[in-house]
T-cell receptor, first 115, second 111 residues
Framework: DAGVIQSPRHEVTEMGQEVTLRCKPI?????LFWYRQTMMRGLELLIY????????DSGMPEDRFSAKMPNASFSTLKIQPSEPRDSAVYFC?????????????FGSGTRLTVV | QKEVEQDPGPLSVPEGAIVSLNCTYS??????FMWYRQYSRKGPELLMY????GNKEDGRFTAQVDKSSKYISLFIRDSQPSDSATYLC???????????FGAGTRLFVKA
């Protein structure tokens, strides 16, 4: 298995533009998580899905952020409009049965810079 | 107060040293405790997990959980330069599907 695949690896965009981050989870994993990592705040959970259904989006910072999972093999995180404070590394992770025992498998992340 | 507290370091040690990494937490309901290792520009990867209290050993790594003190530790014996990374503690509840991560401790092992 190729693991969790995220694209793009790097994204530089101007303030106000729409940004879409993409994730392909490991086949067979039933949970998908979106995290954001910064030096100041560490790893923050934004939203997670179970069987393609959003379960908890309480970590989504503002209405500018939205996430979808149209099928078991694809998810997107969209920021519209983007702001400089959104600059961070965004990770997608997937797991089997929530991750308490098997842990999460993370992708390599998307490094977002908003100028 | 954060649910999980972890000293960000950095921690610098010579090759061969024993490394001790620690986290404290506030929620006594946590039952699963994990350590992740994150290399630069990579995603975190699961290193070890422990259920409830006690010790678990895997090669040069030992994880300890003291639920009475709400304190968890990761020990690395005979540390190697390849161990240089950020180590994140993480924990969740029984039946929980949301893992809470510590901020991570940056470790440098000097050859």
């Amino acid at each position: 298995d190729a693991g969790v695949i995220q694209s793009p690896r790097h994204e530089v965009t101007e303030m106000g533009q729409e940004v879409t981050l993409r994730c392909k989870p490991i086949s067979g994993h039933d949970y998908l998580f979106w995290y954001r990592q910064t030096m100041m705040r560490g790893l923050e959970l934004l939203i997670y899905f179970n069987n393609n259904v959003p379960i908890d989006d309480s970590g989504m910072p503002e209405d500018r952020f939205s996430a979808k999972m149209p099928n078991a093999s694809f998810s997107t995180l969209k920021i519209q409009p983007s702001e400089p404070r959104d600059s961070a590394v965004y990770f997608c992770a997937s797991s089997l049965s929530g991750g308490a025992i098997n842990g999460y498998t993370f992708g390599s992340g998307t490094r977002l810079t908003v100028v | 107060q954060k649910e999980v507290e972890q000293d960000p370091g950095p921690l610098s040690v010579p090759e061969g040293a024993i490394v001790s990494l620690n986290c404290t937490y506030s929620n006594s309901a946590f039952q699963y405790f994990m350590w992740y290792r994150q290399y630069s520009r990579k995603g975190p990867e699961l290193l070890m997990y422990t259920y409830s209290s006690g010790n678990k050993e895997d090669g040069r790594f030992t994880a300890q959980v003291d639920k009475s003190s709400k304190y968890i530790s990761l020990f690395i014996r005979d540390s190697q330069p390849s161990d240089s990374a950020t180590y994140l503690c993480a924990m969740t509840f029984t039946g929980g599907f949301k893992t809470i991560f510590g901020a991570g401790t940056r470790l440098f092992v000097k050859a």
